[in-house]
């Protein structure tokens, strides 16, 4: 019975490199996968799923509004896939994470899905908020904060390592970097989230 799956974690927890082991096993096993991830990300240039310990896989690029369904079926087409994965998740808009459920009821195929859960505000990203609604099996790809409790909040820091709290959801190429925090650490950070 193939399944829609959400891998959620925060930031640095190695949700690529457990994506990678996954895949990876299916093809020892002469089982082909397909891996998209978001055409937003291009910390490892167009078409790669990379890992910070140094693992990557090429892969097939999404972009914001294409019909998911469609391209699945299209690949279906050319070759038999054990498993689709897709990297940077939290990217996919509604209606493209009710596209990857289609693939799964209606073609059969399931569909692991690695991506953030909330972003350096504290708030649901869409893609990850529709994947909540309608995964069937969820699991937490965990990370500790500096305290050594699980983080599962993140935050953006500027150059001078200080909590930057507004702008964009989505910020490709800035100097800015992500630290993930437990809840207590976050909120020490950047205050309380209705502030945010
Ligand atoms: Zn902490």
Same mark, same amino acid.
């Given at each position: 019975m193939a399944k829609l799956y959400f891998n959620y974690s925060t930031m640095n927890a190695g949700k690529s490199a457990v994506l990678l082991q996954a895949s990876h096993n299916y093809r020892e096993n002469n089982m082909d996968t397909y891996l998209l991830t978001a055409r937003v990300d291009d910390r490892a240039g167009k078409g790669r799923i990379a890992s910070r310990i140094g693992i990557s896989a090429e892969a097939d690029v999404f972009s914001a509004g294409e019909d998911l369904f469609a391209k699945i079926k299209l690949r279906l087409s050319q070759g038999s896939v054990a498993s689709i994965f897709v990297d940077e998740a939290q990217f996919l808009s509604p209606d493209q994470v009710w596209q990857l459920a289609r693939v799964v009821d209606d073609l059969g195929v399931p569909v692991l899905c690695y991506g953030l859960r909330v972003d350096f505000q504290g708030n649901l990203f869409p893609g990850s908020a529709t994947l909540l609604a309608l995964a069937d099996e969820m699991r937490e790809v965990r990370t500790i904060c500096h305290c050594g409790k699980k983080a599962t909040m993140v935050i953006r820091q500027d150059d001078q390592g200080r909590a930057i @709290? @507004?702008?964009?959801?989505v910020q490709i190429g800035g100097n800015e970097t992500y630290v993930s925090l437990c809840r207590r650490h976050w909120r020490e950070a950047v205050g309380d989230g209705s502030k945010a």
């Open positions: @709290t @507004t702008g964009d959801q």
